[in-house]
């Protein structure tokens, strides 16, 4: 053991009250309403140029896809947005101090439920591509911005929205002080279960999420073998659905795919625990096929990879996906970690509680990735005015405020955290004033881009 980590475990510890004082603290250098406050950067770039500059990167017969689902809603817009938001949370030059692992993509659309690996089904955060260390309110400001978006598109009114807002911030206030008291492998293990998602809801909001949850029950490797596959020459085989769902013979560089795959694999094998590569090497390759997914994502490397076991009964199918650099990135300390995949994986696996049991990263020709298994007992609310209880906004907000407590507790300083946000309302009435100030800006980008759609500027495709 070094010095340096010998003096670690033997240096005093501050107890829980000493950095509940820390937290509070903070407030003289960062005042919790000022972080209410929004005003539109004075040498912001331009929305439309920020997306095309992304899109440079990405597959160019993708790119009008992405624009076509950001052009569906501002809400859309702004699930495609991480990179505009980012800039403009940074530009306003203050922040608490208090570092945790960020989402970096922090949005209602992006929790649900999904499988631990004891087949039990647990509430969380499920995308993680932009995670990145950073203060932990701009990851609180891009959920209650999103509240205000997704509200207005479910056909909330302004009350409502606020109301979603005040759930999410007192929730997350709350659980950040209970979590302040619990022991360090207590805090750890915690995640929020089937039985606590349920305990949280009102009857009318309940029947709803059981829905959820019995849905996600039946979302098991062999649904998706029905689903997403055809019987072609006695053999399954996944079915495409141009161009959202393509299979591809060669990779970029020319090289034939299922060689492309089994070197990504090759790299994909050593981030993985040995019982869990193991496990993996009892199947083999059968098909791979390129998937568009996601809203912002759409125009990177996606590929789903249907692979069979002992017989035809014993599919699994994962999902790898190219992890590029974190839209925080330019305005935070930079990445440890030299593959983008492993800083997504790694994120995750600090934050979440429950990983995929095939979570990792390899990389390919340079480009960075990350794998998981596709849809496996994973689920979440479906963002359709027609289908959703918008009158139940607030009992969602909070679990998903509950969630994000529970990420940066297990990546922070909960004690601290809790000392900063206190108990008043202060930091819900700052957030309430951000939501709807930033609201406006989202709005006025989404018109930004309906404008250049429709001049030609950018060339759209279908959504779906």
């Known amino acids: 053991m070094s010095k340096k980590l010998l003096h670690h475990f033997e240096s005093k510890q501050h107890t829980i009250e000493e950095r509940i004082e820390a937290g509070k603290a903070l407030r003289n250098k960062c005042k919790r309403l000022s972080l209410g406050t929004y005003k539109t950067p004075s040498k912001r770039v331009d929305p439309v140029a920020l997306l095309e500059k992304q899109g440079k990167t990405r597959l160019q017969d993708l790119v009008p896809i992405r624009y076509a689902r950001m052009l569906t809603s501002p809400f859309a817009f702004l699930r495609g947005s991480a990179a505009i938001m980012a800039g403009d949370i940074a530009a306003s030059g203050k922040n608490s101090g208090l570092i945790v692992q960020a989402c970096g993509d922090m949005h209602v659309a992006n929790f649900g439920v999904f499988s631990s690996a004891e087949r039990n089904l647990v ?157 993996l090497k009892n199947y083999r390759i059968t098909d791979v096929v390129r998937k568009v997914v996601g809203v912002g994502s759409v125009g990177t490397r996606c590929f789903v990879i249907f692979l069979t076991g002992n017989h035809a009964d014993d599919p699994l199918f994962l999902q790898f996906k190219e992890a590029e650099a974190s839209v925080l990135a330019p305005f935070t300390a930079k990445s440890i970690y030299a593959n983008e995949g492993q800083r997504v994986v790694s994120g995750q696996r600090l934050i979440q509680g429950a990983p995929d049991i095939f979570l990792g990263w390899g990389e390919i020709k340079h480009k960075n990735f990350y794998i998981r298994q596709l849809r496996d007992m994973k689920g979440g609310l479906e963002f359709d005015p027609t289908k959703v209880k918008v009158q139940n906004l607030a009992q969602y907000t909070s679990l998903c405020a509950w969630a994000l407590a529970l990420a940066h507790a297990k990546s922070g300083d909960a004690a601290m955290l809790a000392g900063y946000v206190g108990n008043s309302e202060e930091l819900d009435d700052a957030m309430v004033k951000f939501a709807f100030s930033y609201a406006l800006q989202n709005e006025k980008d989404y018109d930004a881009l309906v404008k250049a759609a429709k001049s030609g500027k950018i060339k759209v495709g279908r959504a779906e």
Request: proline share 3%; hydrophobic share 40%; net charge negative.
């Open 123 to 279: 509430f969380g955060i499920n995308d993680f591509d932009e995670t990145l260390p950073a203060p932990f309110e701009w990851d609180l400001k891009r959920l209650v911005a999103s509240i205000v978006a997704s509200g207005q598109f479910l056909g909330a009114d302004k009350k409502l929205c606020e109301e979603g807002i005040r759930s999410a911030v007192s929730t997350y206030r709350k659980k950040m002080k209970q979590y302040a008291q619990m022991g360090n492998l207590e805090l750890w293990y915690s995640t929020i279960k089937e039985k606590d998602i349920l305990g949280a809801l009102d009857p009318s909001a309940r029947a709803g999420a059981e829905k959820i949850i019995t849905k996600a029950r039946t979302r098991t490797h062999m649904q998706v073998l029905g689903k997403l596959t055809d019987i072609i020459d006695e053999k399954y085989l996944l079915r495409e659905d141009a161009p959202f769902i393509v299979r591809v013979t060669h990779m970029e560089n020319g090289e034939p795919i299922r060689e492309g795959i089994s070197l990504f694999l090759e790299s994909y094998f050593a981030s993985l625990a040995d019982d869990r590569a193991h496990l």
